[in-house]
């Protein structure tokens, strides 16, 4: 049995009663999450180029745009919705593999459950398979994609989309195995945004959540794809990482539902890239300690080795962020950002504080050495800063808040929510999360799988 195979039986075989009570809570959790991503994207003006395009180019249809209600075709539900889930970089990420999860899986079973008339509970069940698939492949070669410059939330993410959205059209295991194998081609998401900030990064997640849908529905039509679409000779990890993982792929596979993977997920408190989050939370503790940026004489980080060439290099362009995105990819920004104001929200990235100086300052003061984890997570940080009058505060951050060893609560996840819908939900957005965290009550039956179109009814 290929792990394509593997995964198909699983999705296949998933129902709701064998998924843990608190596995289906942790889904609904990452569904609400990204929700609200998107629609503070959406208020915010990022990401809505691919909600632009397929209002342009695609017809009405029975899958709704999460900000507006309005309704187009599934694909191009998943592409715009996913782009707008990722857009802030602030959506969910499963750590060991360094993924963001539900912005490809949520849009594409999301739009794909309101087109097929999909019940709460069938959706709960497509996302925790979705997740599944998605954080196993990345924690088969853990870091491997980032070090070859690919994005693991599309390479990956789009097997878990496809996976989803064929449990929710009730494909076979031979027809769900056939979407895997189409998927595999669309596999893609390149880093080299990093060389200037661009916002393509979010483009990756809403591509991969289209081409679910579209490897799936091309399934169900009978198109053929290779089983052997991971491990095989030309397959996903011998040609795009040029290394074979068949082992590691077995292993993945082997327990799918006994160990659940969908629990490793962490929500995120700050909109910014998850290395980045435990320099900002010991930032923080001193800043609460009665520390202030005017005392800070230099900062120095011991980080990951993964942190390097993401959010610390070329150091020039991390201590001079040119855009809000790139600035999301700085480590050195982000901690002096912190330092400076006590807090890191949606507007500590906004292009009017890509200029302030104090910031920028203390930025151009941060230094790093790389370090072994020793037991810590892969996103710790031990920061130390300098004080002006020579003395020392260090803080070591071995699991940033949000990660599931200092998990956010769920009051904490419906606040976060609450802050990122209002400015698209007013009133309604606390009604909106107290709906998407009941989609799985029977008596919602009928109600639809989001409120989100009764709710731009109401605002007219």
Known sequence: MTAAEALAGF???????????????????GLL??????????AAGAGTQAQALVLDEQGAGPAELWDTGTGTTPSGAALANGMLGHALDFDDTHPAAMIHVSTVV???AVAVGQARGATGRDLVVALVAGTEATTRLGLATPGAFHERGLHP?????????ALAVAGLLGLDRAQTTAALGIAGST????????????ATKPFHAGWAAHASVVAAGMARLG????????????????????QEADEALREQVADLGERWETLAMAIKPYPACHLTHAAMDGAQQLHRRGLRAEDVASVQLRVPEAAVGIVLEPAARKARPDTPYEAKFSLPFSVAAMLVDGAVDLDSYGADRLGDERVLDLAGRVTYTVVPADGRGPFFTELTVQRADGATDTVDVPHPSGTPEAPLDTDAVVRKFTANAVGVLGDAATDVAEAILAIDDPARAGAGLLPLRAAAGARG
Do not use: I
């Open 153 to 161: 939330t599309s390479v990956c993410g789009v097997f878990g989309g």
């Open 33 to 42: 999450d990204v929700v609200g991503c998107a629609l503070a994207a959406s």
């Open 11 to 29: 999705g296949e075989a998933l129902t709701y009663d064998a998924v843990p009570p608190e596995v289906a809570h942790r889904a609904k959790l």
């Open 106 to 108: 949520a849009p594409a």
């Open 223 to 242: 198109a053929t794809g290779p089983a052997s679409v991971l491990e095989g000779r030309f397959g996903l990890f011998r040609a795009v990482l040029g």
């Open 187 to 198: 596999a893609s998401g390149l880093f080299e945004f990093l060389a200037d900030g661009s």
